[in-house]
């Protein structure tokens, strides 16, 4: 069984930083994909980034963009988001997902991924 711990949401104004962090501790192999996903209030479960075990398998949704980074340090299945200029819009509740066997790709569904952290809270005033 993977657990996974997020850490790293809080309160910030219009324009601030959040950098939230993912570990899977104790899980020994490589968590092929890892991935952030995002729940406002009433919305439904949207993707943010995903990271597979390569740099070339980093994808990005295409509203944040520009604004948030996605990094991995694989040999530890620990995601980093580095999310930037944020907006009101992003304020959300924050999912690390993890699969083990499976491929990242852009677009992913959440029923891809076997395994979910409790969530980590994002709110911007404006």
């Known amino acids: 069984q993977v657990r996974l711990m997020e850490s790293g949401g809080g309160s910030v104004p219009a324009g601030g930083s959040l950098r939230l962090s993912c570990t899977a501790p104790g899980y020994t192999y490589t968590l092929r994909c890892m991935a952030w996903f995002r729940q406002a209030p009433g919305k439904d479960r949207e993707a943010v980034a995903f990271?597979?075990?390569?740099?070339?398998?980093?994808y990005l949704a295409d509203s944040v963009r520009g604004r948030f980074t996605i990094s991995r340090e694989k040999a530890e299945n620990t995601i980093l988001l580095q999310m930037n200029n944020l907006e009101a819009e992003d304020t959300a509740m924050y999912y690390c997902?993890?699969?083990?066997?499976?491929?990242?790709?852009?677009?992913?569904?959440?029923?891809?991924?076997?395994?979910w952290g409790q969530g980590t809270q994002v709110t911007v005033s404006s």
């Open positions: 990271a597979g075990t390569d740099i070339n398998s980093s």
């Open positions: 997902a993890a699969v083990g066997h499976r491929y990242c790709y852009l677009g992913a569904p959440a029923g891809l991924f076997d395994y």
